[in-house]
Every structure is written in C-alpha cells, then in structure tokens.
C-alpha cells in the first residue's frame, strides 16, 4: 500500500478469562487515516480497540496475546509503561465523561497537567489548540470557567475529544463516539475527523455503517470476534471479498 | 365488608401510622429540646446564658458552674480526634475501592465498619489497660524528659505524664470515629463511575493520579458526610472518654494532663449532683451540647448543599 503504518496488531489475541473475546487479529493502522472497525454488536471490536492502549490493563482476569506495535514498538513489551502508551495513544468514550468538578478549562488541560505543564500562557494556548480542533471554541470561549457539565451532550462529547486532542497524542481511539449523540451532534463529530485526521491517526468503532462508509479511509469487518475483512472503506462496501462481509453491509444480520 | 371499604380503610390506617410514628420522632426531639431547655433554666437565671457559656470556673463546692472548661474540652478532643482520623480513615476507604485485590476488598471493609460495633465501654478498657500505659511510657515520658531538659518552657504545656488525660482521650477518640468517616468515604468513592476513572486513565494518569484528580474530587460530597457523622460522634462521645480523660474541669488544660467534655463532666458527675444548681447545671452543659450538635450539623448541611450545587450530575 506504501503508505507507513503507525500502529499494528500482529496476531492479536484479548481473553476474558478462558473466553476470547477477540482472535488472532491482524491488522495495520495507516498513519493520518481514520480506520473504522465495524461489526454486530458482540463482534469484539470494542475490545479490540481497548487493548490498542491497554485499558485492559486495568480490567482484572483480561489477557492480551499478541503483538500491538505502535511506530514498529510493541506497546505490550515487558518494560514498557501503559502510562506512556495512553499519553500517545488516546481515547474518546462512547458516553461523555466531562469531570463534574472540573471547568470547561480544566477539562482540557487536565491531561497536560498530568505531566506537569504549569504555565498559565501554555495552557490557555493548549486549551484554545484542542477546542479549536473539536470545533467547541466558539462555543465555549466566552464561558471556558463554567462547569463541564451545564455543556449538551453533544458539546460535552466534543469536549471529551478536545481534552483527549490536548496532550497531542499520535493515535485517538473513539469507541462509538456518537452513539449517544443527536444527529446534529453525530455531523458535528463526523465533520471534525476529515480535519482532525490531518495530524492524527484516528481508529474508530462504530455501530453504524453508513457512519463508517462516510468517515473512514480503511474498514475493518469483526464477526465474532475474528477480523472477517480489512481494506479501503470504499473497496469494502462495493466490493467485498466475503460474503459475510457482504451480508452484513447489505443489511442481512447485526 | 365491600372490597373498597376495606382498601380505603388499609390506607387510611396506613397513612395514619406512617404520619404519627413520623411526627412522633420529630416530637420526641422537640420534647428532649424543651425538656433540656427547663431544667436548665435554673443555671441560665443564676449565672445568665453567656455568662454560664463563657465561665472558666466550675466548683460545685461553691456553687459556681461555668461550662466554657468541658465545651472547650469537647471542642479540642473533637477536632484532633478528627484531624488525627480523618487521612486514616480516607486511607482505608481508597485502599478498599480503588486497591486491594478483589478478594480482600470485603474482609479489610468488614473490620473496619466492625470498629464500630465495639461498645464504647470496651474502647475505654483497652485504652486504660493498653493505650494509656503504652501513651505514658513512649509517648509522654520521653516527650516530658526532653521538655524537661531542652525546653523547660514547654513542660507547663505539656503536663503531668500519667497517660491518663487528653491525650490518651483524643486518641481513642479518633480510633473510634474512624469507621464512620471511612464507611461513608467508601461508599462515596464505590459510586464514582468507572467511565470517571477510565477517562483519567486513557489521558495518561497513573492511578494515583486518578484517585486524586477525579475520583477524591467525585466523591468529595459523601466523603465530608463522612467527616461530619465522625464530627458528630466524636462531640457525643461519652463513656470511653469518660474513662480515660482523668475529669478535671480546671483550667488551664495541658496535652497529657487530665480535662473533661461536656458529655463526660454529665457522665461523670450526674450521680453526686446533690444541688438543684449543680444538677441544672449539668443538664444545661447537655443543653450547649444539643447547641453544638445542632449547629455543626446545619454548618455541615450548609457546606454540603454548595459542594453539590457547583456540578449537576446526569
């Protein structure tokens, strides 16, 4: 395909005691495109998205096999540390979760607090950088010392992206990130990847097809929790190579 | 009996019970109040309500009650059980949600809330048969050997070091409130929801991190409930400190030297009140104590109210 990978799994493997819930998946995350994983509900595509930053790692009785390379280094390797990974490679929930206790401002920067950014001009441009980004500036800009949360579910999303988009990480992980939203919200969020995905590599699951056709560069295909199909979005839905992929983008189970 | 007859009835009556059995606590409180408030009346005519308040003098011998020495008592004992109980107990509590392996999750809660279920009365015999010999011989005496010797400006601060006075008394004091700002603590920091703490930990935090920054924060409303039930127990606390406190109603008090609260000065000298002014005497320290309670608890309410009001949960 040429283009570089900037995350990779090889083999990859997450158990939930002696259940899989995903297996022997391989698949490569192309550098600056948004790669959509698709799939009833069930499929795994969820946990395989957590393991890409070691959310599981916090689960007790959840194993991860395999290999999960981001920029060719596995991120499972003994030594390495989770924090680290979750500062590069962050992650966007399928409900809101401003803190409650916190401004809209301290939302934003909460991460770059996290390592120690102290200074207030570097903050207040970190703070503007990521709003911007989320598309919530300017809607925001003139209350960023209110409660998160007197925001609309939809800003609140956008809010949970600015603060994942502040600490600058390589990847952003999105697990449904419009399932709770209105429609205007869902534009909203979906207008902001083809921006977003000009300095990051995003991964994105979503319950939603015509979501996946629109937003994505690359589409993953989970049943069951094994990969059935990955290639470009457009090539998936016109032309699948299997027919469960077929059957599930025409609408016959999921 | 028509069948409507009878449902109506059954509610009625329903109604009826829940409605006196309701009001009748809330008029048992305003009885206790009223009562309280008569048979202090003696006390207050005599020596007028801020006299008796301000007061340092309480000598029975003389007649004379002023009840600022046990309410200061109280108040000092109360506050540094308090402080001493409080990072023990939110210790406890994040331990036991956020640490500890599942399966000593249970047992570690269990004998916390368990210090609880102790009677006083065996608090106070552990602390004059363990705690106060154990106080006196670690604590006291060398602190007192070394005032002595370095800083002979402190020994009048410092006191006698028999192990028997406030000292001993905050200490277990603050064993016994532990259990309650830790029980409440913990069922604050168990409502925290999980996305709260995933969200921190996706953004790079360690979980030390996460329990400082969001979930403490969460929580914060249940875990200061915590500290006002322990606050309100410690006020109240009377047989343990009783036993341990050495009641003495003189000031000045000292850090080892013998003191009195209101609840053990009540305790301790209801049974020889052999004057009707010493008696309502009593009874109005029991009075400032109802006071006391009562405005800790509308502070606390207050307190509450606006830690509650900045966010508006979904």
């Given at each position: 395909?040429g283009?570089?990978?900037r995350m990779e799994?090889?083999n990859l493997s997450?158990?939930y005691g002696?259940?899989?819930?995903?297996?022997g998946?391989?698949l490569?995350?192309?550098?600056r495109?948004?790669t959509?994983?698709i799939?009833?509900?069930?499929c795994?595509?969820t946990?395989f998205l957590?393991?890409?930053n070691?959310?599981?790692?916090?689960?007790?009785g959840?194993?991860?096999?395999g290999?999960v390379?981001?920029?060719g280094?596995d991120?499972?390797?003994?030594?390495v540390?989770?924090?680290?990974?979750r500062?590069r490679?962050?992650?966007?929930f399928?409900?809101?979760t401003?803190?409650?206790?916190m401004?809209?401002?301290?939302?934003?920067v909460?991460g770059?607090?996290?390592?120690?950014?102290r200074?207030r001009?570097?903050?207040?441009e970190?703070?503007?950088?990521?709003?911007r980004m989320?598309?919530l500036?300017?809607?925001v800009?003139d209350?960023?010392?209110?409660p998160?949360?007197?925001?609309s579910g939809?800003?609140q999303?956008?809010?949970s992206?600015?603060?994942a988009l502040a600490?600058?990480?390589?990847v952003?992980?999105?697990?449904?990130?419009?399932s709770?939203l209105?429609?205007?919200?869902?534009?909203?969020?979906?207008?902001?990847l083809?921006?977003l995905?000009?300095?990051?590599t995003?991964v994105?699951?979503?319950?939603?097809m015509q979501q996946?056709?629109r937003v994505s560069?690359?589409?993953a295909?989970f049943l069951?929790?094994?990969?059935?199909e990955?290639?470009p979005?457009?090539?998936?839905?016109t032309?699948?190579e299997?027919p469960?992929?077929e059957?599930?983008i025409?609408g016959?189970f999921? | 009996m028509p069948?409507w007859?009878y449902?109506?009835?059954?509610?009625r009556l329903?109604a009826?019970l829940v409605a006196?059995?309701g009001?009748?606590?809330v008029g048992a409180a305003?009885l206790i109040t009223?009562v309280?408030?008569?048979?202090?009346a003696?006390a207050?005519?005599?020596f007028?309500?801020?006299?008796?308040?301000t007061?340092?003098?309480w000598?029975?011998?003389?007649?004379?009650f002023g009840?600022?020495?046990p309410?200061?008592?109280?108040?000092i004992t109360?506050s540094?059980?308090?402080l001493?109980?409080f990072?023990p107990?939110l210790?406890?509590?994040?331990f036991?949600?956020e640490?500890?392996p599942?399966w000593?999750?249970e047992p570690?809660?269990y004998?916390?809330?368990?210090?609880?279920a102790?009677?006083?009365?065996?608090?106070g015999l552990?602390g004059i048969?363990?705690?106060?010999?154990?106080?006196?011989a670690h604590?006291?005496?060398p602190?007192?050997?070394?005032a002595?010797?370095r800083?002979p400006l402190?020994v009048?601060l410092l006191?006698?070091?028999?192990?028997?006075?406030?000292?001993?008394a905050?200490?277990v004091l603050?064993?016994?409130?532990?259990?309650y700002?830790?029980?409440?603590?913990?069922?604050a920091l168990a409502?925290?929801p999980q996305?709260q703490r995933?969200?921190m930990?996706?953004?790079?935090?360690?979980?030390w991190?996460?329990?400082?920054?969001?979930?403490?924060?969460?929580?914060?409303?249940?875990?200061?409930?915590?500290?006002?039930l322990?606050?309100?127990?410690?006020?109240?606390?009377?047989m343990?400190?009783?036993?341990?406190?050495?009641?003495?109603?003189n000031?000045?008090?000292?850090v080892f030297?013998?003191a009195?609260?209101?609840?053990s000065?009540?305790a301790?000298?209801?049974t020889?009140?052999?004057?009707?002014?010493h008696?309502?005497?009593?009874?109005a320290v029991g009075?400032?104590l109802l006071?006391?309670s009562?405005l800790t608890?509308?502070?606390?309410t207050w307190?509450l109210h606006r830690?509650s009001r900045k966010?508006?949960r979904?």
């Amino acid at each position: 395909m040429g283009e570089p990978y900037r995350m990779e799994t090889q083999n990859l493997s997450v158990y939930y005691g002696r259940t899989p819930g995903v297996r022997g998946v391989s698949l490569p995350i192309h550098d600056r495109r948004v790669t959509a994983l698709i799939g009833p509900s069930g499929c795994g595509k969820t946990t395989f998205l957590r393991s890409l930053n070691r959310m599981h790692d916090l689960t007790p009785g959840v194993r991860v096999e395999g290999r999960v390379l981001l920029d060719g280094e596995d991120v499972y390797a003994p030594g390495v540390d989770p924090v680290v990974v979750r500062r590069r490679v962050g992650m966007v929930f399928q409900r809101p979760t401003p803190f409650p206790t916190m401004s809209i401002f301290e939302n934003v920067v909460a991460g770059l607090r996290l390592v120690g950014v102290r200074d207030r001009h570097r903050l207040a441009e970190a703070a503007e950088r990521a709003l911007r980004m989320a598309a919530l500036w300017d809607e925001v800009k003139d209350r960023l010392h209110a409660p998160a949360v007197g925001l609309s579910g939809g800003q609140q999303q956008r809010l949970s992206i600015a603060r994942a988009l502040a600490v600058e990480p390589e990847v952003l992980l999105m697990d449904e990130p419009t399932s709770a939203l209105d429609p205007i919200s869902t534009q909203a969020i979906e207008d902001l990847l083809e921006d977003l995905k000009k300095t990051v590599t995003i991964v994105i699951v979503t319950h939603n097809m015509q979501q996946a056709a629109r937003v994505s560069d690359y589409t993953a295909f989970f049943l069951n929790g094994e990969m059935v199909e990955f290639g470009p979005t457009e090539r998936l839905f016109t032309n699948p190579e299997d027919p469960r992929t077929e059957a599930y983008i025409t609408g016959r189970f999921g | 009996m028509p069948e409507w007859i009878y449902r109506r009835l059954g509610d009625r009556l329903f109604a009826t019970l829940v409605a006196v059995l309701g009001l009748g606590v809330v008029g048992a409180a305003l009885l206790i109040t009223v009562v309280l408030y008569q048979g202090s009346a003696e006390a207050f005519r005599t020596f007028g309500f801020f006299g008796f308040l301000t007061s340092s003098v309480w000598d029975a011998v003389r007649g004379v009650f002023g009840a600022w020495p046990p309410l200061l008592g109280t108040l000092i004992t109360a506050s540094l059980a308090l402080l001493l109980a409080f990072f023990p107990a939110l210790a406890a509590a994040i331990f036991v949600v956020e640490m500890a392996p599942r399966w000593l999750r249970e047992p570690v809660a269990y004998l916390v809330d368990l210090l609880a279920a102790l009677p006083s009365v065996v608090y106070g015999l552990w602390g004059i048969f363990v705690l106060v010999p154990l106080v006196r011989a670690h604590l006291e005496l060398p602190l007192f050997t070394w005032a002595a010797a370095r800083a002979p400006l402190l020994v009048p601060l410092l006191g006698p070091p028999t192990g028997i006075g406030l000292l001993s008394a905050t200490l277990v004091l603050a064993l016994m409130i532990v259990p309650y700002a830790s029980s409440l603590a913990r069922d604050a920091l168990a409502l925290v929801p999980q996305s709260q703490r995933e969200a921190m930990f996706a953004l790079g935090a360690t979980r030390w991190e996460v329990v400082r920054r969001v979930v403490i924060p969460y929580a914060r409303a249940g875990i200061f409930s915590g500290v006002v039930l322990a606050l309100a127990r410690a006020l109240g606390e009377t047989m343990a400190v009783t036993m341990l406190i050495g009641n003495a109603v003189n000031l000045p008090y000292t850090v080892f030297g013998p003191a009195a609260t209101m609840a053990s000065l009540i305790a301790n000298e209801f049974t020889e009140a052999d004057t009707d002014l010493h008696l309502s005497a009593l009874v109005a320290v029991g009075f400032v104590l109802l006071l006391l309670s009562l405005l800790t608890n509308l502070a606390a309410t207050w307190v509450l109210h606006r830690l509650s009001r900045k966010e508006v949960r979904r």
